[in-house]
């Protein structure tokens, strides 16, 4: 769903991008590095088929984004796709954890449709 809607949003992409470090070591590789009209944008998709430790991966991810925003001029914004029934805490994570996350304005949580529709429409 994710590759479509940015191919019909006009963004040009590539898969398993090396952008960095994660912090405290390790390779950080994205799922998605997406481009249109100079902005690129880093996506990561985290898919939650029932109650386990996807959902504690998010907040570590966030911060990797950030930081990986941060560390190059080159990437506009994050984004976070939260895809799958099994996901206990999306809603506090699209909506509210944003807050304890000092220094992470540049990336947003999404669910899968509401990326899907951005994408779709070219507006991320």
Not at 29 to 39: Q, R
Not at 44 to 64: D, H, L, N, R, Y
């Amino acid at each position: 769903m994710v590759l479509p809607a940015l191919k019909r949003g006009g963004y040009s992409y590539l898969k398993q991008v090396l952008v960095g470090s994660r912090p405290g070591g390790g390779r950080h590789k994205v799922d998605i590095a997406a481009e249109k009209s100079g902005d690129e944008f880093l996506i990561s998709m985290k898919w939650q088929q029932s109650s386990g430790t996807a959902e504690q991966k998010v907040p570590f991810e966030i911060i990797c984004l950030a930081e990986a925003i941060r560390e190059t001029s080159s990437y506009k914004r994050g984004y976070v796709v939260l895809g799958g029934p099994g996901w206990t805490l999306r809603e506090y994570y699209v909506e509210k954890i944003q807050k304890h996350l000092v220094g992470t304005e540049a990336v947003k949580v999404l669910s899968l449709e509401a990326f899907v529709a951005l994408a779709n429409e070219g507006k991320l």
